[in-house]
């Protein structure tokens, strides 16, 4: 399986996602590729956002080494999911999404742990270290279900 998750800038919470989704199928012996982007391009090349790292760090999660990098559209070739992060990341994707096969490659990140509820993962950005830690948990039960599913 192979999975990319997006956000706006790919600097918060994709690549917590990413972060948190990798150490979970380590955790569980499963063969699972995973990536991040965002859907804009002015972070590319850049580390995680401090609050990010420090945060995954506590759960014991390295995401330093991850850079920053936009979404494109042979994304849809290279990975068979495409989890993104809120309603803004959804359309932008699906904006170019070439066919309804690739289109069906991409959900709203949440929907993994509330099915059909299309609740956005809040952009932590502003909102200080109790808004990276409530992402984290968020993002968490989301990949614990990613998993079961993947089982």
């Given at each position: 399986?192979?999975?990319?998750?997006?956000?706006?800038?790919?600097?918060?919470?994709?690549?917590?996602?990413?972060?948190?989704?990798?150490?979970?199928?380590?955790?569980?012996?499963?063969?699972?590729?995973?990536?991040?982007?965002?859907?804009?391009?002015?972070?590319?090349?850049?580390?995680?956002?401090?609050?990010?790292?420090?945060?995954?760090?506590?759960?014991?999660?390295?995401?330093?080494?991850?850079?920053?990098?936009?979404?494109?559209?042979?994304?849809?070739?290279?990975?068979?999911?495409?989890y993104v992060?809120?309603?803004?990341?959804?359309?932008?994707?699906?904006?170019?999404?070439?066919?309804?096969?690739?289109s069906k490659?991409?959900?709203?990140?949440?929907?993994?742990?509330?099915?059909?509820?299309?609740?956005?993962?809040?952009?932590?950005?502003?909102?200080?270290?109790?808004?990276?830690?409530?992402?984290?948990?968020?993002?968490s039960t989301?990949?614990?279900?990613?998993?079961?599913?993947?089982?």
């Open positions: 399986m192979k999975v990319l998750m997006v956000c706006l800038g790919n600097i918060c919470r994709s690549p917590m996602a990413e972060g948190i989704l990798r150490h979970k199928a380590e955790e569980a012996g499963m063969d699972i590729e995973i990536d991040s982007a965002g859907t804009g391009a002015w972070h590319i090349g850049e580390k995680p956002d401090s609050r990010a790292i420090f945060t995954a760090n506590k759960f014991g999660i390295d995401i330093s080494y991850q850079r920053a990098r936009q979404f494109r559209i042979d994304d849809f070739d290279k990975f068979d999911w495409i992060m809120d309603r803004s990341n959804y359309a932008d994707v699906l904006a170019q999404a070439r066919s309804e096969e690739d490659k991409v959900e709203m990140i949440l929907n993994m742990a509330q099915p059909g509820k299309d609740m956005p993962v809040p952009d932590p950005y502003y909102g200080g270290d109790e808004g990276f830690n409530n992402v984290f948990k968020l993002l989301a990949c614990d279900e990613i998993i079961n599913s993947a089982k």
